[in-house]
T-cell receptor
Framework: AQSVTQPDIHITVSEGASLELRCNYS??????LFWYVQSPGQGLQLLLK??????LVQGIKGFEAEFKRSQSSFNLRKPSVHWSDAAEYFC????????????FGAGTILRVKS | GAVVSQHPSWVICKSGTSVKIECRSL??????MFWYRQFPKQSLMLMAT?????????EQGVEKDKFLINHASLTLSTLTVTSAHPEDSSFYIC???????????FGPGTRLTVT
């Protein structure tokens, strides 16, 4: 069965510090990978996506993510966090074999301290 | 591009009444939309896949007769919560397929409170 694991429920970083949010998946096929961000009471905004090609992908707001097939991971990174990055981050995975549906991780809440 | 809207953004209704939530793709056509439910401090739970011109596909455990979905046009899908009860109170989010494979764009969500 498909599954997505975000092992960190909460993460707190200082403003200006680097950030890495972890995402691991369990799939039998080539996955399509996404990171979304959700501010309180809002919908989800797509940060970046990976389908194929270069395993390091750049997204909006200075975020990047690296696909590592050997580790079944797609971790999200940002070199310098801003207070406005405080939100909840969701990793999502899908495959064409399961139609167009995405499976979401449980989410990681990012807190930024000044 | 790829903007999705939802209406209303929040609604309060009395137990036993029905509530309709609209999901619109504003600048693109969406043959496939999705409806999710999100409880506080939890992830998104897919309720159903809405396909234009055909019946929705519901996930296991979701009551079809309670959560009626209609995808009558390429830009509009509606979710009707029938005979709502307090346990139906939740944050409902829709999304639409656009761009690359499996790429979903989300609406801002609808907060439903049933009293």
């Amino acid at each position: 069965a498909q599954s997505v694991t975000q092992p960190d429920i909460h993460i707190t970083v200082s403003e200006g510090a680097s950030l890495e949010l972890r995402c691991n998946y369990s799939y039998g096929a080539t996955p399509y990978l996404f990171w979304y961000v959700q501010s309180p009471g809002q919908g989800l905004q797509l940060l970046l996506k990976y389908f194929s090609g270069d395993t390091l992908v750049q997204g909006i707001k200075g975020f990047e993510a690296e696909f590592k097939r050997s580790q079944s991971s797609f971790n999200l990174r940002k070199p310098s966090v801003h207070w406005s990055d405080a939100a909840e981050y969701f990793c999502a995975v899908g495959t064409m074999e399961y139609g167009n549906k995405l499976v979401f991780g449980a989410g990681t809440i990012l807190r930024v301290k000044s | 591009g790829a903007v999705v809207s939802q209406h209303p953004s929040w609604v309060i209704c009395k137990s036993g009444t029905s509530v309709k939530i609209e999901c619109r793709s504003l600048d693109f056509q969406a043959t496939t939309m999705f409806w999710y439910r999100q409880f506080p401090k939890q992830s998104l739970m897919l309720m159903a896949t809405s396909n234009e011109g055909s019946k929705a596909t519901y996930e296991q455990g979701v009551e079809k007769d309670k959560f009626l979905i209609n995808h009558a046009s390429l830009t509009l899908s509606t979710l009707t919560v029938t005979s709502a009860h307090p346990e139906d109170s939740s944050f409902y989010i829709c999304s639409a397929l656009a761009g690359g494979p499996l790429e979903q764009y989300f609406g801002p969500g609808t907060r439903l409170t049933v009293t």
